[in-house]
């Protein structure tokens, strides 16, 4: 095999056309492999005597040498796992192009990530949030109590839920059209909360920004384009903060909870992986784990000898 002349940045732009055009990975996939391959590519310039990828031990070397400056950054595993998964995605795709002749991955054992169980919040306090958002008919608190009423009604990712068009809304049928991981499709339901709440909202937004034309999404910020990942999870920072003060809740736990209080209600595990969009059951089940320590409360609390 050949000296590789391309840089790691080249490669890393050709990696990341390839992802989007040919896998049709989501955006917010797409840019968390392009800061992680970004930071080892930045990682590789300091080594610049080390970076040719077609020569198997210096790559596997650097890679090792990229994993040892991720550890002593004190990162968690997970955050590691991601990294490295990327980084091993991107040499899958260099052998595929036969730009290299082995993925330096072949050898090396990925660390495994800590279990932890979701966070999640108690029916209570879920309702106890919810029913907080009722200080205003303002459009921000509108909006605000329509998305996180719909995060747990459906339980997206909160990428989903903000990657959402207007006519991907079906509100008459209580349904949303989401596209997933991987570009996978699938329907949700929505609840008649959520669906009330995004009546109330929409009408209000129509005052604002009229109902034909201008942006096309379905969560706008003031300035009448997208919200993002990033508003969205400051305006949950400071609703959570006045309504259940100590408490931690993320974009995510709307999901974690959405999940966990089905299952506590008796819906079986693969009607929930449907709606969740998991493609394994094993990524579901670690949620059976919560609702096991639900029943088990309410067991200690009912029974005579609990």
Request: proline share 3%; glycine share 8%.
């Amino acid at each position: 095999m050949t000296t590789l002349l391309q840089s790691p940045d080249i490669l890393v732009k050709k990696f990341l056309l390839y992802m989007k055009a040919e896998r049709g990975v989501s955006s917010h996939t797409l840019r968390a492999y392009s800061n992680d391959l970004k930071e080892f590519a930045r990682f590789s310039g300091k080594n610049p005597a080390s970076v040719d990828f077609a020569n198997f031990r210096k790559t596997r070397l650097l890679v090792r040498e990229f994993w040892a400056s991720l550890s002593e950054k004190k990162l968690k595993t997970s955050t590691v796992k991601r990294k490295l998964a990327a980084l091993r995605s991107f040499f899958k795709y260099l052998v595929m192009e036969d730009l290299i002749e082995t993925n330096p991955f072949t050898y090396l054992k990925m660390p495994k990530a800590e279990k932890r169980l979701p966070r999640f919040l108690s029916e209570g306090d879920m309702g106890k949030f919810l029913g907080s958002l009722d200080d205003s008919k303002t459009l921000k608190t509108l909006r605000d109590r329509a998305l996180f009423e719909m995060l747990y009604s459906s339980g997206l990712r909160i990428h989903e839920a903000l990657n959402l068009n207007l006519t991907d809304a079906d509100l008459w049928n209580g349904v949303l059209r989401i596209l997933g991981k991987g570009g996978r499709e699938r329907m949700a339901p929505l609840g008649s909360s959520a669906v009330r709440a995004l009546e109330i909202y929409l009408d209000e937004r129509a005052k604002h920004f009229g109902r034909a034309g201008g942006e096309r999404a379905l969560f706008i910020n003031l300035r009448g384009t997208r919200l993002t990942v990033r508003g969205a999870a400051k305006i949950l920072q400071g609703r959570v903060r006045g309504a259940l003060p100590g408490r931690g809740l993320t974009p995510h736990g709307f999901r974690h909870s959405f999940a966990t209080h089905l299952l506590n209600r008796g819906c079986d595990l693969r009607s929930v992986q449907e709606m969740l969009g998991h493609r394994s059951l094993a990524s579901t089940q670690i949620y059976t784990h919560t609702s096991i320590e639900g029943l088990k409360k309410i067991y200690q609390g009912a029974h005579p000898r609990g």
